[in-house]
């Protein structure tokens, strides 16, 4: 869900590539590896992460058209009564629900409703609480999709992060979010904009701040053009197109159906605590959905392809923006509308108390990765999902992706 969710562990990244590198060695003939070989390098890379990471669950699904289809699942998805996890289990998505707010904005543009250039200003000239935030007539909606409107993050202030995880069941409204948006960061300053909209590094490239409130924002203009909830909207124009029956956007703590509980450790060395039962009222636009292995593999495809948007505005979407906050060896990241570009694989990743989650799709090879984890953990350490996503990625394609 925050910004430090999206940051990569160098030292988990080397020690999995050593073991990827070393098993590829291994099973390398002269032209391939055999399929087992490369199950066994995958499922080799899940236990890393897991045991390294203390995770108690995982599901795992690899989709290469003509060549492989490989879903795995390892572990626990309840402690209490040792229940394994299947393939089928739900988790909470966090960040990839930004794909979906995004879609639901780039929709309306294609409509005529929106235009990426309009400002703040013009859909939400009141903010919450009778503030107002800095720049307000300069940000635009591209700005805000593509994290360059400088805007802080509620989920970096302290105080947000305690109440978090002293009272996940807490119903939040959106005067509070932007109370903490507006007000004080983890220091005591009073950050409400890191840098002007639009703002440029030296080099040129823009300046990226990666914010949950920014799409908080976003879901108050869906509903200001619709007069409809965001979930509403979500589930009529993505969800029930696609026939994603096991996603959704709730609006209280329960989940349904079946699904995996989530944990957090709160220290190093702690016990796992469960957290399966959160409020989505503070994540809401930015980190509130509820989704599966299945449905996740359409998504990623529908996301990167653009099959619900015109051709145009799918180009606007993939238009990138470089994140310099990916610190990987040999890879650079990027951010689109609503989207990640990790190298040639494009999609997304999510992390929220009790859950890790990511998507990705490779268009070049019509293939996708979809990795969910039941543990989920506040700043550092939190991106294993993604790591995961990228490792499996170098065991099928044997490549380090290249810059987007």
């Avoid at 390892?74 to 794909?99: F, H, M, N, V, Y």
């Avoid at 994540?283 to 449905?295: C, F, T």
């Amino acid at each position: 869900m925050t910004g430090s969710s999206r940051q990569f562990s160098r030292s988990g990244i080397i020690i999995a590539l050593v073991l990827v590198c070393c098993m590829w060695a291994a099973c390398k003939n002269s032209n391939s590896t055999s399929k087992p070989d490369v199950q066994l390098a995958m499922e080799q890379v899940v236990s890393q992460y897991m045991m390294k990471n203390n995770i108690p669950g995982a599901i795992v699904g690899v989709w290469v058209p003509g060549e492989k289809t490989w879903t795995h699942t390892q572990g626990t998805a309840d402690l209490t009564t040792g229940r394994k996890i299947k393939p089928e289990d739900k988790i909470r998505i966090a960040s990839i629900t930004k794909t979906f707010t995004a879609t639901v904005i780039l929709q309306l543009v294609d409509e005529g409703a929106l235009n990426l250039e309009d400002t703040l200003d013009k859909w939400v000239p009141e903010i919450p609480r009778g503030s107002e935030i800095s720049y307000s007539e300069k940000i635009t909606i591209r700005h805000l999709c593509n994290h360059t409107a400088g805007i802080y993050s509620f989920t970096e202030n302290k105080e947000v992060h305690d109440i978090l995880i002293t009272d996940p069941l807490k119903k939040w409204t959106l005067e509070e979010v932007m109370k903490y948006t507006l007000e004080l960061d983890i220091k005591g300053n009073k950050v409400p904009c890191y840098f002007e909209p639009g703002d440029t590094y030296e080099n040129g490239n823009p300046k990226i701040h990666y914010s949950d409130t920014a799409y908080e924002l976003l879901g108050m203009i869906i509903e200001q053009v619709t007069g409809n909830k965001i979930g509403d909207e979500i589930q009529n124009r993505i969800l029930d197109k696609l026939e994603l029956k096991n996603t959704s956007f709730p609006y209280g703590p329960e989940m349904t159906g079946n699904y995996s509980r989530g944990y957090v450790q709160k220290q190093e060395g702690g016990a796992l605590e469960d957290f399966t039962e959160t409020d989505p009222s503070a994540p809401w636009a930015g980190g509130a959905m509820i989704s599966n292995l299945y449905d996740l593999k359409v998504w990623a495809k529908a996301l990167a392809e653009g099959s619900l948007l015109s051709e145009a505005t799918q180009q606007q979407r993939l238009t990138w923006v470089d994140w310099p906050q990916l610190p990987l060896e040999g890879m650079n990241g990027a951010y689109g509308l609503g989207i990640t570009c990790m190298g040639r694989l494009v999609g997304h990743s999510g992390t929220i108390l009790g859950y890790n989650s990511a998507m990705f799709h490779l268009p070049s090879r019509n293939a996708t990765i979809v990795v969910l984890l039941n543990k989920g953990n506040p700043g550092a350490g939190d991106a294993c999902a993604v790591n995961i996503c990228y490792l499996l990625a170098k065991i099928l394609f044997n490549w380090f992706p290249e810059h987007c």
